[in-house]
Nanobody, 128 residues
Framework: QVQLVESGGGLVQPGGSLGLSCSAS????????MGWFRQAPGKEREFVAA????????FYADSVKGRVHISRDNAKDTVYLQLNLLKLGDTATYYC?????????????????????WGQGTQVTVSS
């Protein structure tokens, strides 16, 4: 079993930045693909970013590309998501997830069904 806990959400003005963290416990996720997703009220959960096990390859949704950076510290079993130039449309609950079946980003990585453990989410609100 893997437990994932997100933190770092909050209220930020448009154009601002936030850094999210996702800490794992129960078993290490250092060998696993990690992903960040988000869900706004009334909308489906959508892919934001994913990173491979060694942290040298990442993919991003087109909607956040150039504004978001995913990284990881395997010694801490923690994955990060840096959100920059935030827009009103970035308002959502952000979730981290792990795909314990894969080390590398081969095949689908933006599908929620690919991931088998999820955190409870952290709220990001962008408002003036």
């Amino acid at each position: 079993q893997v437990q994932l806990v997100e933190s770092g959400g909050g209220l930020v003005q448009p154009g601002g930045s936030l850094g999210l963290s996702c800490s794992a416990s129960g078993r290490t996720v250092s060998n696993n693909v990690m992903g960040w997703f988000r869900q706004a009220p009334g909308k489906e959960r959508e892919f934001v970013a994913a990173i491979n096990s060694i942290g040298d390859t990442a993919f991003y949704a087109d909607s956040v590309k150039g504004r978001v950076h995913i990284s990881r510290d395997n010694a801490k079993d923690t994955v990060y998501l840096q959100l920059n130039l935030l827009k009103l449309g970035d308002t959502a609950t952000y979730y981290c997830a792990t795909d314990t079946s894969r080390r590398y980003l081969t095949g689908p990585y933006s599908w929620t069904g690919q991931y088998d453990y999820w955190g409870q989410g952290t709220q990001v609100t962008v408002s003036s």
